[in-house]
């Protein structure tokens, strides 16, 4: 236990934000950078994404149903190495681990929130997308003003779960010498050669009290959306007009 803390207090620093400022930002504010960028581009895509596989138009439905099906059927570190490999040679130029890692976290988990995205969609009745077309809304403007917000209100917890499931892939970045929290424990096991298990074991509780953290943040928001769509529909219930009966009366 003592070598344990001994290794936090000498090596905080380099958990926290690695090298910086004598070198790239690191360590945990890499992770978490890295993991908030990906999250947040990758949100539009998804959304697009989605929009595509539950358009009409197979010519729009079908590439992007199988552009997720491809990313989510190949394992992620295949994804890092291509494109690791293959953006250098479209843009004409070498790129950074951080960039790379970043450009597949997009890719990756847009596939994966379009999936999300397109549940959310689906678990609304039927009857919203009918009310707006009947309204005049064309298929693109019923989701935009009607479908499209309440899905993603009702979303948020899922994707707050798949935040957490980023932080964990940021990992694999150390293949690519992206300098994230794993590269900057492998650093300081690197400098003390006799320590792996005290090393890696702090950086387990790191990423277990950071990702309990925000699991734990998803259901008591996950908890607020459902008591929210309970106290709608009570006051859906008791605004309900009664239906008038009427008796008729038998004639003799």
């Not at 992620?76 to 843009?91: G, R």
């Not at 959310?120 to 309204?135: C, D, S, T």
């Not at 979303?155 to 929290?181: A, D, R």
């Not at 090393?199 to 998803?218: E, R, S």
Request: aromatic share 10%.
């Amino acid at each position: 236990m003592e070598s344990v803390i001994d290794i936090i207090r000498d090596n905080w620093l380099l958990l926290l934000i690695g090298q910086y400022p004598n070198g790239p930002l690191g360590g945990i504010a890499c992770t978490l950078i890295l993991s908030v960028l990906g999250i947040v581009l990758a949100f539009p895509l998804s959304v697009l994404l989605a929009l595509a596989r539950l358009s009409p138009w197979r010519w729009l439905s079908w590439p992007a149903t199988a552009l997720i099906y491809v990313a989510r059927g190949v394992p992620l570190l295949m994804i890092i190495l291509w494109v690791y490999f293959l953006v250098p040679l479209l843009i004409g130029h070498n790129v950074s681990g951080f960039v790379t890692m970043l450009v597949t976290l997009v890719l990756y988990e847009g596939a994966y929130l379009a999936e999300v995205v397109r549940a959310g969609i689906e678990a609304l009745p039927k009857g919203q997308m009918e009310a707006a077309r009947a309204l005049g809304h064309s298929h693109l403007g019923a989701m935009r003003r009607v479908i499209l917000p309440q899905a993603l209100f009702n979303m948020l917890p899922s994707m707050l779960s798949q935040f957490v499931s980023t932080i964990k892939e940021t990992t694999l970045g150390y293949v690519i010498n992206v300098p994230e929290l794993t590269f900057a424990a492998n650093q300081i096991n690197n400098q003390l050669l006799t320590k792996p298990f005290q090393v890696f074991f702090i950086l387990a509780v790191i990423y277990f009290v950071v990702c309990w953290t925000l699991t734990w943040a998803a259901t008591r928001l996950e908890r607020r959306i459902e008591a929210k769509r309970a106290g709608q529909a009570v006051g859906r219930r008791r605004g309900a007009k009664p239906v008038p009966t009427q008796t008729l009366a038998a004639e003799p």
